[in-house]
């Protein structure tokens, strides 16, 4: 079944044409990765789709509702979260504050003026959380500022932000940019591990050793358009492709 | 205890005790003595401490958790002034309708301003703030006369109506008073060389200010003042997570505008008139030094403020160059005459020049305010013990706000 359906997405920025008549499906349950070289299109693709850029023509399906002029906030409640190519995250507050938030808002929606409560006695959010930062090996930090984490802790933290949410769908872009191997290693097996729980995955990604480790489809993005999509064995020897990294040289 | 952690127990047990006994601690020295003028025990003084104390505690909700920079606050504390003021003309002399309503009618302002200037963010945020601001105050003055009475201020009058109780008492306004007991009312205690004043209309701002204070704690504590610091932290990665930041921020509006009501109809309570400028700009910077002074999003930090900025003003300003010769007699004529020169600008009318200094001194050195200092005192003081408990300190440094 399909979870996201993107039909004839169009997008430009003044004279540049950023995509291109742009059709793309990602079936449940899956990894969908994008590739493409630098300035084809991916992460306007990414943002059209989330609802930080509004594509000026064509339509993008969650499911069956229509993710066209939703905010951000509403399209991250009917079940999409995003991993971003710099981590966001809530650099003033502790890691165990960081994902209870995201655990308070997938139960109590957008806005809850819960004002007399205690969020310190809140047992369910409180459990979610620690849950979540065993899962990414975070949990002797739970009382650190964020901003004192490694770059790759972040990233970690930020991916546990989005699970602590169970999405039904997860758009990572470039979730390895910036990480030494070990950690490119690490974050594979946590991605892996994670697939376990069904979440459909969207990876933008540069990195093709991430690529062919974690995803089951790939579209190639070149220049705004889709030049090339299927199994990653096939897009591999695919000779558009090729020509598209300019000769392969990262293939 | 009332739903509050023990840290936060113990933090407010010790204000409530401040505040209690505020008439003893605020009057260490005798009455003749040099140092009398110094004291600042007396019930005007400690009605405003407790006051400003409020408008500081509901600024830092809205500007020290969700980092929005309101410079226009001293209008709802204007609001709030005239309601009050027209409730004890229309109502009754009791100041609890007047209190009541002073909020009411600053959270209702407080929520038209904060609809419209919360569409911008940042230094935009702070400009609409004062331009509505600067506005009431010019309107209050021209446009709005009938209910504000312009320049002269709103003022009580024998005719005035007061449906509910009596326009007047042996011919004259009948005082402001809680269900019969007079604000001005004093309890005078003499002992030794000292003179200690317990004054009804304190009490009625210390219990007040006790709840205002309580329930500030428990939105500090709530996920609701959590998903505020979020707003400060990244609200791009807030709306990503599915939270609308929008409600959020004018909840926090709302809710300082009101508690800067609730200062201004305390305000009338204690001395029945309304200016309009008390609405003017630079009262609104006053609480935006108060709370930075003392520590923006700490608790106890923008009470601090509040009271220090208000005694420098009061205390400071009433010294003049015959007192400092008094001080200076021992010293040889030349000398003397130096030091009062060099003083003279910062004493009297210059009280600013030194609140200025401080402040900047404060910011540069200590950016926490004076809860920064105080807490940086106290590590210098665990530094001394055993190195062993010198590791929980990191920890103690990264919890959350206080």
């Known amino acids: 079944m399909e979870i996201l359906r993107v039909e004839g997405v169009n997008k430009s920025f003044g004279g540049l044409r ?17 590739i493409g070289p630098n300035g084809a299109g991916k992460s306007t693709f990414l943002n059209c789709m989330i609802g930080r850029l509004a594509p000026d023509t064509g339509t993008v399906m969650f499911g069956d509702i229509s993710l066209t002029g939703m905010k951000p906030h509403e399209i991250n409640q009917i079940g999409v979260s995003r991993v971003f190519q710099t981590p966001e995250i809530f650099d003033d507050l502790t890691l165990l504050e960081n994902i209870m938030i995201p655990a308070l808002a997938k139960r109590d929606g957008e806005f809850a003026l819960h004002a007399f409560a205690r ?72 991605l892996k591990r994670i697939g376990d729980r069904g979440i459909t995955k969207v990876v933008i990604e540069h990195d093709m050793h991430v690529v062919f480790s974690l995803a089951e489809k790939v579209t190639v993005l070149a220049q705004g358009t889709i030049i090339a999509e299927g199994k990653p064995e096939d897009i591999k020897g695919d000779p558009r492709v090729q020509e598209a990294y300019l000769g392969g040289a990262h293939l | 205890m009332l739903g509050l952690n023990k840290k936060d127990t113990y933090m407010f047990l ?10 003893f601690l605020l009057n260490p020295f005798p009455e003749n003595s040099e140092l009398a003028q110094f004291n600042a025990g007396y019930p005007d003084l400690m009605q405003r401490f407790l006051i400003f104390g409020i408008f500081a505690i509901g600024f830092n909700i809205l500007f020290g958790l969700t980092g929005y920079l309101s410079f226009g606050h001293a209008a709802f504390l204007g609001v709030g002034s005239y309601a ?23 959270g209702l302002f407080s929520l038209l301003v904060g609809y419209i200037s919360l569409r911008r963010s940042g230094i935009y945020f702070s400009i609409l703030t004062l331009a509505f601001a600067q506005m009431s105050f010019s309107l209050a003055y021209s446009v709005l006369t009938p209910i504000t009475n312009g320049e002269t201020g709103l003022q009580l009058a024998l005719d005035d109506p007061r449906v509910i109780g ?34 009804a209309g304190y009490y009625l701002c210390a219990v007040v200010m006790m709840i205002a204070f ?68 630079t009262a609104s ?45 021992a010293l040889p004529d030349g000398l003397a005459d130096a030091l009062v020169f060099i003083i003279h600008p910062f004493i009297g009318k210059g009280w600013h020049l030194t609140l200025g200094i401080m402040f900047m ?35 103690a440094s990264a919890a959350p706000a206080e």
């Open chain 2, 84 to 106: 009050g003021v027209w409730m004890m003309k229309l109502l009754t002399m009791n100041v609890i309708p007047a209190i009541f309503m002073s909020v009411v009618f600053a």
């Open chain 2, 166 to 199: 009596v326009s007047q008492v042996d011919g004259s306004i009948p005082p402001a008073n809680f269900f019969g007991m007079p604000m001005r009312e004093s309890f005078e205690m003499s002992m030794g060389g000292w003179l200690f004043t317990f004054n």
């Open chain 1, 119 to 190: 969020v310190d006695q809140d047992a369910e959010i409180h459990d979610r959380a620690m849950h979540m930062l065993e899962d990414v090996g975070l949990e002797d930090k739970r009382a650190v500022t964020a901003s004192s984490l490694s770059r790759g802790d972040k990233r970690r933290l930020e991916l546990a932000m989005c699970l602590s949410q169970d999405p039904k769908l997860l758009l990572l872009d470039e979730p390895t940019a910036g990480m030494s191997r070990a950690d490119t290693n690490n974050t594979i097996d946590l």
């Open chain 2, 214 to 281: 309580y329930i500030a704690i428990r939105i500090f504590r709530s996920p609701f003042g959590m998903m505020l610091r979020a707003v400060k932290s990244n609200q791009q990665r807030m709306n990503f997570t599915g939270l609308n930041s929008k409600p959020y921020t004018l909840a926090a509006f709302v809710i300082s505008g009101m508690y800067a009501g609730l200062a201004g109809g305390l305000m009338v309570a204690m001395d029945p008139l309304a200016g309009a400028e008390r609405m003017q700009w």
């Open chain 1, 18 to 34: 950023a995509l291109n008549n742009v059709n793309f499906s990602v079936e449940e349950g899956t990894v969908h990765a994008i």
């Open chain 2, 285 to 329: 910077g006053e609480v935006v030094l108060m709370t930075i002074l003392g520590g923006a999003g700490t608790l106890i930090g923008p009470v601090l403020g509040a009271g220090f900025i208000k005694y420098c003003e009061n205390i400071f300003s009433k010294i003049n160059d015959n007192i400092l010769y008094d001080w200076f007699a």
């Open chain 2, 14 to 23: 010790l204000v409530l005790a401040l505040v209690v006994f505020a008439p």
């Open chain 2, 361 to 395: 001194l404060i910011v540069i050195f200590l950016p926490g305010g004076i809860m920064e200092g105080m807490e940086r005192i106290g590590r210098l003081f665990k530094r001394r013990k055993p190195p062993s408990q010198d590791k929980s300190a990191p920890q």
